[in-house]
């Protein structure tokens, strides 16, 4: 049994198939002599195709970003074209017979070596782009996610590193019934994308990619973050009992959908849903959600083949308009950096601190015309919200001073006369702030007159309150929603917006959370946004819950110093107000 971080609740058995194994466990396989032309030209034909998306991408990111932004994909070409490179790649196929995979990764772990020799830093970061190059010719070479290859038996778990958006998506298609990840935390990408689906998931778990192959049979615990390699048969089986009574409940709870939102004692709430895309819209929907309250517009540039333009942009947001009319939908304009890095934004350079670094909306403010774009393609699809009875809200993450605000609202109107001087239509929506800076949340009374509503990102507020990486599964212990110090910040924040009469919603994976769920409802919060698949059992909680209820615990929980004594109470009064959800609870 592996120990990691419970990531995405509930229980799955299936069997292993592995992401990336190349870059592990290389392929052994040894060439025939008659193979070996084949191959080679195969190296080729990759190879062109690599350089004709880097050609495609350095011209779309320049015409669109500018300045020298599409300059990396340049330097990428150059280090595909490099003689000594292919010269490498092409003597392994003829001489050792290495495939074009095993090649690539002899290569890269040629270059890893000598780079980490070097004591100069911008060489060191050229590594970044040696593995760049290396993965995209790689994924031409097999596409990355063709598990039929295998002739996999059962369900499908998947191992991975940490799952690239890109590879999320191709995840869509196939049946997928646990995720396991080396790194990441209960709210990196793969988090994120597992509970988006209902989809258990156990992250942080060390060396686990020397551990398991493609095929081993695998028992993957998202309530305890544990996960079971090649188990005993009675184990199997036991496993498969709770997984059977893990779908059986989610089931049940879906019945719900098309039942209010209500606590026991009738105090109505807004449950919204966290999206990626216009399948997630509608999931939301389908679970009984009343629109959404978060939508990641940055997997829609780390998902697309290049860069989207503002008509492509337009397209995205209306075919999410469409699977949520007659609601609300909330888009956040892009969040890149810290976890989530786009080359031509200029990420090739590491930072010693991307959280706390360029990234969000500070990298919004440099590239301005790009971020133009965004606002402008945000404001026209305003229009069919509006026209199908529902509503977008724009919201801008990350916000840390009231300068910002001002700022951004002067763009807002410069896009504004923008569109009305081509003549195009849009909506003036109601512009917010995610408040996920501990500087915003303690002037929070001074942000509030110039912003329409407020969303509380608290996987990011978390992070900087405790001064712990949401990442990092070293400190994790301290990256806890439910510490004193967070629960306190929280408070004062829901007061200040009541006070105000701000509309407040939170967005971070704590809305889904049971534990913290009757927390906040004591608070005074009444609108959660949350992964789809969670709406069901947070909305069977509530009607289980009073609001006196809840503030009795609140009262008790704050009294309480330290995080695992407010964890260890909730989990004991969640027993006790909703014994038929102890399946989904995670610690
Ligand atoms: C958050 O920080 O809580 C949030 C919802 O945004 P993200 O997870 O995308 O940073
Ligand atoms: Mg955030």
Not at 263 to 285: F, H, M, P, R
Not at 477 to 484: A, E, F, G, I, R
Request: charged share 25%.
């Amino acid at each position: 049994m592996r120990k990691g971080i419970a990531v995405s609740p509930g229980v799955a058995v299936g069997t292993a198939y592995v992401i990336h194994e190349i870059f592990v466990n290389p392929d052994t396989k040894r060439l025939e002599d008659q193979e070996i032309s084949a191959e080679l030209a195969q190296y080729e034909t990759a190879r062109d195709r690599a350089a004709a998306d880097l050609r495609a991408l350095q011209h779309k990111v320049q015409a669109q970003v500018g300045g020298e932004a599409g300059a990396i994909f340049s330097v990428h070409e150059s280090i595909l074209r490099d003689a000594a490179f292919t010269n490498r790649v092409r003597g392994w196929i003829v001489n050792d017979r290495l495939t074009a995979q095993a090649a690539l990764h002899r290569l890269l772990e040629e270059y890893t070596v000598l780079f980490a020799k070097t004591k100069d830093e911008y060489l060191r970061e050229r590594l970044t782009d040696v593995r760049d190059v290396i993965i995209r010719l790689s994924s031409h070479l097999s596409d990355v996610l063709k598990p039929e290859q295998h002739a996999l038996e059962g369900p499908m778990i998947v191992v991975a590193d940490e799952l690239l958006p890109s590879q999320a998506v191709a995840l869509g298609n196939l049946e997928v019934r646990g995720i396991v990840t080396q790194a990441g935390s209960q709210t990196s990408h793969a988090a994120i994308i597992a509970r988006s689906r209902g989809i258990p998931a156990v992250s942080g778990v060390r060396g686990i990619l020397k551990q398991v192959k493609t095929g081993d049979s695998l028992v993957v615990d998202g309530r305890e973050g544990c996960v079971i390699v090649n188990p005993q048969p009675e184990v199997r089986s036991a496993y498969l009992k709770l997984e059977r009574e893990f779908f059986l409940l989610r089931d049940q709870l879906a019945a719900n959908r098309d039942q209010p939102a209500v606590t026991a004692d009738g105090v109505a709430l807004e449950l919204l849903g966290n999206i990626n895309n216009a399948a997630d819209a509608k999931a939301a929907l389908a679970m009984g959600g009343s629109g959404v309250g978060l939508f990641r517009t940055e997997y829609l540039y780390l998902t697309h083949a290049d860069i989207p333009d503002e008509d492509e942009q337009l397209a995205a947001y209306e075919q999410i308009i469409h699977a949520s009319p007659q609601h609300q939908v909330t888009i956040r304009t892009l969040d890149i950096g810290g976890d989530k890095t786009v080359p031509y934004l200029g990420h090739h350079n590491q930072e010693a601190n991307p959280f706390m670094g360029w990234r969000s909306i500070r990298l919004s403010f440099e590239h301005p015309e790009f971020f133009m774009t965004q606002i402008r393609a945000i404001l026209r699809a305003g229009v069919l919200a509006e026209e199908l009875g529902g509503q977008v809200k724009m919201m801008f993450p990350m916000i840390t001073t009231v300068e910002e605000l001002h700022r951004l609202r002067l763009m807002v109107r410069r896009a504004c006369s923008q569109l009305a001087k081509r003549g195009l239509k849009y909506t003036e929506v109601p512009l917010g702030m995610m408040l996920e800076v501990p500087a915003a949340a303690i002037t929070i009374d001074v942000m509030l007159p110039y912003v329409d509503f407020v969303s509380i990102g608290s996987n990011d507020l978390v992070q900087y309150l405790m001064a712990a990486d949401r990442d990092n599964p070293k400190v994790s212990h301290l990256c806890q929603p439910l510490s004193p110090a967070v629960l306190q910040v929280l408070r004062r924040v829901i007061r200040a917006c009541r006070r105000a009469n701000k509309p407040l919603t939170l967005c971070g994976e704590m809305a889904a959370s049971p534990r913290a769920f009757v927390l906040l409802l004591g608070m005074g919060l009444r609108n959660f946004s949350m992964s789809p698949a969670f709406i069901p059992s947070i909305k069977d909680l509530a009607t289980h819950i009073t609001l006196p209820e809840a503030q009795r615990v609140l009262r008790k929980a704050l009294r309480l110093t330290t995080t695992t004594k407010v964890s260890k109470y909730m989990e004991k009064e969640l027993k006790r107000i909703a014994p038929n959800l102890s399946l989904l609870d995670m610690a």
